[in-house]
């Protein structure tokens, strides 16, 4: 069973996310404050990179005092739809603890429209970025809105969701847009048997098995609809060549350059979800060795015996919130949610007892020093807030 507070813990959450309109800070945002952008110090890529590892790292809030506003952000935005959508699944099933079905589609709809109105305008196809200016080592300065394979995957498959519900056309026009965005705006780099698609459409970031793997991610959500084979193809390739890139023990690497050699929790549970989204949505299941064995390694690594999530395979600190969230909605796509109860009852409820504030907002990491308990409303709140809709529609009867 999961925590007696489950319901309270969840209800807390949702009426803090409702009540800020889901805006929030990020930990990413600190070249959002308005007094940073009156200096000169926002065109020497050193400062901006550590004014924005400042806000990142530091356990301790400035940016109300330096004036960085609540936003919203399409990432954040399109978990929380994922979400709302499975609440509405939920009602559907007579389970009303959050929200009647009426309730339940009318944020669905509102949602929605502002996901719609955060498309990023401009390129070959529907896409979305973040609300902030990020500096990505010294190698690239992203500016606010560049369009990524990330959020716009993320973005899709809530649309993807909502339309399932709605039926409304004009949503799953921009469902299919977005193929042309991963076909035309991201490069395709060489490697192995396939390529790699780019994590956005600038040059320089093409090395992150995980955007890649949600490029193709988008085309077979697409696929689904259109049945346009070239998509298959394309998407096929791409988790052939991430397939291949996974170590014989089932983990994979963030990425190809020496500095992104990693084997991290939350971006495995990507990489599985990408693959098994491809595998259900084309009906081939020629890659279930790998999400198998990637699964295995996922359970058996990223947890300790009273379910506290690790960050990464070999160390526990820093424990960050997506860690926890994303096993259960990776658990979900992959089936094995009632297989993983025990081990999914345990992590929740260790989150819920060392991660949430009494305010209903879940903290962005716990470490071994001072942690940072600031809210985020992307990186923690929709996260957590999707995770514990799945949980919820998972548990059906249970909770």
């Not at 070249?31 to 020497?44: G, V």
């Not at 098995?209 to 949600?214: E, R, W």
């Not at 096929?236 to 084997?263: F, H, M, R």
Request: glycine share 6%.
């Amino acid at each position: 069973m999961p925590s007696p507070n489950f319901k309270k813990s969840f209800q807390k959450l949702k009426t803090y996310c409702e009540s800020e309109d889901f805006k929030g800070w990020d930990p990413y945002d600190g070249m959002n404050s308005k007094i940073f952008q009156a200096l000169p110090l926002k065109h020497w890529d050193l400062a901006r990179l550590a004014w924005i590892q400042g806000f990142k790292r530091s356990p301790i809030n400035f940016r109300k005092a330096l004036l960085v506003p609540k936003e919203h952000n399409s990432k954040g935005i399109a978990l929380f739809l994922l979400g709302y959508c499975r609440l509405y699944q939920a009602t559907l099933k007579g389970n009303k603890d959050f929200g009647s079905e009426t309730e339940q589609l009318k944020q669905i709809k509102y949602i929605t429209q502002l996901l719609l109105d955060m498309k990023v305008e401009g390129f070959s196809g529907a896409c979305w970025g973040y609300n902030f200016d990020w500096q990505a080592r010294r190698l690239f300065l992203f500016k606010k809105n560049t369009p990524t394979v990330v959020a716009t995957a993320f973005a899709v498959e809530a649309l993807v969701e909502s339309y399932k519900i709605t039926k409304d056309p004009q949503v799953l026009e921009v469902i299919k847009s977005s193929a042309h965005f991963v076909l035309k705006d991201l490069s395709r780099t060489p490697h192995k048997d396939g390529f790699l698609f780019s994590y956005s459409i600038k040059d320089g970031n093409n090395t992150v098995i995980n955007a890649s793997l949600l490029g193709a991610k988008i085309l077979s959500l697409v696929y689904n609809f259109t049945k346009e084979e070239s998509y298959k193809d394309l998407a096929a390739t791409a988790v052939k060549t991430a397939c291949q890139l996974q170590n014989e023990d089932g983990s994979w690497i963030y990425g190809l350059l020496p500095v992104q050699s990693w084997i991290d929790s939350f971006h495995t549970g990507f990489n599985l979800d990408a693959i098994e989204t491809y595998q259900q949505q084309t009906g081939d299941k020629t890659f279930q060795k790998y999400t198998d064995k990637g699964w295995t390694y996922y359970v058996e690594n990223f947890f300790e015996a009273d379910g506290k999530p690790k960050y990464y395979h070999n160390k526990t600190y820093p424990i960050d919130i997506h860690c926890p969230a994303q096993v259960i909605v990776t658990a979900s796509k992959l089936n094995q949610f009632k297989t993983h109860k025990e081990l999914l009852e345990k992590t929740l409820n260790w989150t819920i007892d060392n991660m949430q504030s009494k305010k209903g907002y879940f903290y962005y990491q716990v470490k071994k020093g001072m942690s940072s308990k600031i809210s985020y409303m992307r990186w923690s709140n929709a996260f957590m807030f999707n995770a514990m809709a799945h949980y919820y529609l998972e548990s059906q009867g249970d909770v």
